[in-house]
């Protein structure tokens, strides 16, 4: 089972990226799905997540720090989930992880430490004119 995350590249600010991850080897619908960044001698953060999807009713978690800019969305039928990020800014630039975790409840789904069971390797985003 893997991770893959793909969409990253060179940006121009004020511009809309969308981020993708895609599953394989287990369902997205059955795991909390989070989207962390990381910049250069930065901590790794996470900025959005989305529970599971086992009770029908999966809630979207964002980090303070980008709530307004972002959209986690879940598509089942790909096992994929995205990440939309608007208005991109200079300090955006990061390499964007998606990682998984079949246990991880409500917000801690936003913390690395509640992330234990797959990781990706990243997609890196440059904001720059």
């Known amino acids: 089972a893997q991770i893959v995350e793909s969409g990253g590249g060179l940006v121009q600010p004020g511009e809309t990226l969308r981020l993708s991850c895609v599953a394989s080897?287990?369902?997205?619908?059955?795991?909390?799905v989070g989207w962390f960044r990381q910049a250069p001698l930065q901590q790794r953060e996470g900025i959005a997540c989305?529970?599971?999807?086992?009770?029908?009713?999966?809630?979207?978690y964002y980090a303070d720090s980008v709530k307004g800019r972002l959209t986690i969305s879940r598509d089942t039928a790909k096992n994929t989930v995205y990440l939309e990020m608007r208005n991109v800014e200079p300090e955006d630039t990061a390499n964007y992880i998606c990682?998984?975790?079949?246990?991880?409840?409500?917000?801690?789904?936003?913390?690395?430490?509640?992330?234990?069971?797959?990781w990706g390797q990243g997609t890196r985003v440059t904001v720059s004119p």
């Open positions: 990682a998984a975790d079949l246990d991880a409840e409500g917000r801690t789904c936003l913390h690395t430490w509640a992330i234990n069971d797959y």
């Open positions: 989305m529970s599971s999807n086992d009770t029908g009713r999966a809630k979207s």
């Open positions: 080897g287990f369902s997205v619908d059955d795991y909390a």
